[in-house]
């Protein structure tokens, strides 16, 4: 793959509203063909969701782009991540300069793209375990993005994002859902901004879907 390639996504994401140029920067430098098995790669700088195994998909670089641009990211910003994946927004993150901690709930997607990780020398905190619940340690965040479809905004979730800080995240049902942008203004106010027509996978845990 090519960076002419790369560049060609970035000027389509740039064409569909996405502005914020640390965001396509970012996407100008990943190389999304390292995050997908190898008979996808031919796809990989189509606007597209690709399978990954597992029932999981790698999310379209338009999701990724929009989702990451509505957290409103300085560099330095402390972001949580549910659902690692492949690894790829983890990659868009850190390529920013964001200091990143991530969940995954499946070991065999978990293990993989923690290898991954280590091979492109991609530092970020990762852990196995039900990504409803959050990280606490690490809380408070300034954003939380997740890459899951949930049948409501995780309690747990909402109590780790900093005062200021916005969550991004899909809520519906297990097929169709709405992008929530929340800001935290204050420990007890909440705002939600509502973008309609998403779709991503279940959000699997105790605060989202049964398996």
């Given at each position: 793959m090519s960076r002419t390639e790369r560049e060609a996504l970035v000027d389509l994401l740039s064409q569909k509203g996405i502005?914020?140029?640390?965001?396509?920067?970012?996407?100008?430098?990943?190389q999304r063909e390292k995050f997908i098995p190898d008979t996808m790669k031919i796809h990989a700088y189509r606007d597209i969701a690709l399978p990954i195994g597992q029932g999981q998909t790698i999310s379209q670089p338009y999701t990724v782009a929009f989702m990451t641009q509505e957290l409103k990211l300085r560099k330095g910003s402390k972001v949580?991540?549910?659902g690692t994946g492949?690894?790829?927004?983890?990659?868009?993150?850190?390529k920013m300069g964001v200091e990143v901690y991530t969940i995954?709930?499946?070991l065999k997607l978990y293990h993989p793209t923690l290898k991954l990780f280590d091979e492109l020398g991609i530092r970020v905190r990762a852990k196995y375990g039900d990504g409803t619940l959050g990280w606490a340690e690490y809380a408070p965040f300034d954003g939380i993005i997740v890459t899951a479809?949930?049948?409501?905004?995780p309690e747990k979730?909402?109590?780790?994002?900093?005062?200021g800080g916005k969550m991004v995240i899909p809520v519906g049902s297990r097929t169709s859902q709405k992008l929530y942008v929340i800001t935290k203004e204050?420990?007890?106010k909440f705002v939600t901004d509502i973008i309609p027509e998403f779709s991503f996978v279940p959000l699997i845990g105790k605060e989202g879907w049964d398996k």
């Open positions: 502005n914020d140029i640390y965001v396509l920067k970012a996407i100008g430098e990943v949580l991540e549910i492949s690894g790829y927004q983890a990659a868009i993150l850190y995954e709930r499946n479809g949930s049948p409501d905004v979730l909402k109590e780790q994002l900093a005062v204050t420990e007890d």
